[in-house]
């Protein structure tokens, strides 16, 4: 694995990537953008993206303009050597670790700014969140420019606003969503959970199992959202110490609230296990996507 850290040290590194492939043609190049503090849930995203192309590149960078006054930009757990460490093992190819200061010499003067589709649910927590997002992977894809890109399905939200921006941007990719990967328990893998104490932890499991209970409702032919709601709103209300920020049924491109549920309608929740927000959600009907608890 080759390690890089700037732009043109990138640009050669790929040209060299691409350049060794198969007789005929260049190697297809996949891209596995993250935030490092990597676990399980990113290398199920560097085996996905190793099925589909030749060549694994992935980017570690804590990107500033995601982060809103008073969030844990500062204490966002960074382990760059174990990172790399770990993105080695895991046979990835090309690694991009650019500091603040590579990807944004100066204050950005010009940003992706996203629609409506980001004012609700994490938007609406965290406004101009999904604009930092966006600005950001627009960046990467530019500068890595894959054939693949693989992002993970836990955090839903982010995943339908870069499937639109590639979509009405015209960006030249495929863009592929792996299954979330789950503890033992159904939580959710997330960098954030190393935050939880050994309490909040243990209430933390309310949320898959409360995403189980609507599930198992819709397995059942539930069809009303509003009921469906209800039934992981009853398990979550188990552990009051938990905080919801929202729990809704939504279409899962527009992501507006729906009324009545369907096979591949979304169910998202955002929970605050003391000061840790921790982001779930199931696609109905669909169980890749789904707890494995139902």
Known sequence: MLTVGTAAELRGALYALRGAGRPGGARRVA?????????????????????????????????????????????????????????????????????????????????????????????????????????????????????VAVFGQKDAQQVALVRAMVADLDIPLDLVVAPTVREADGLALSSRNVYLSDAERARARHIPEALAAAERRFASGERSAAALQDAAHAVLARAPELTTDYLAVTDPESLE??????????????????????????????????????
């Open 31 to 147: 891209f596995v953008p993250t935030m490092g503090a990597l676990h399980a849930g990113h290398l199920s995203l560097v085996a996905e993206a190793r099925r589909r192309a030749d060549a694994v590149v992935m980017s570690v960078f804590v990107n500033p303009l995601q982060f809103g006054p008073g969030e844990d930009f500062a204490r966002y757990p960074r382990a760059a050597e174990r990172d790399a460490a770990m993105a080695r093992d895991a046979d990835v190819d090309l690694l991009f670790m650019p500091s603040v200061d590579v990807l944004y010499p100066r204050q950005p003067r010009v940003r992706v700014v996203p629609g409506s589709m980001a004012d609700r649910w994490e938007g609406a927590v965290r406004p101009g969140h999904f604009a930092g997002v966006l600005t950001v992977v627009a960046k990467l894809f530019h500068l890595v420019a894959p054939d």
């Open 257 to 294: 609230p729906a009324e009545v549920a369907g096979p591949g309608s979304l169910l998202m929740v955002a929970v605050r296990a003391g000061r840790t927000r921790l982001l779930d959600n199931v696609v109905l009907g669909d169980p890749t996507y789904g707890t494995g608890l139902a």
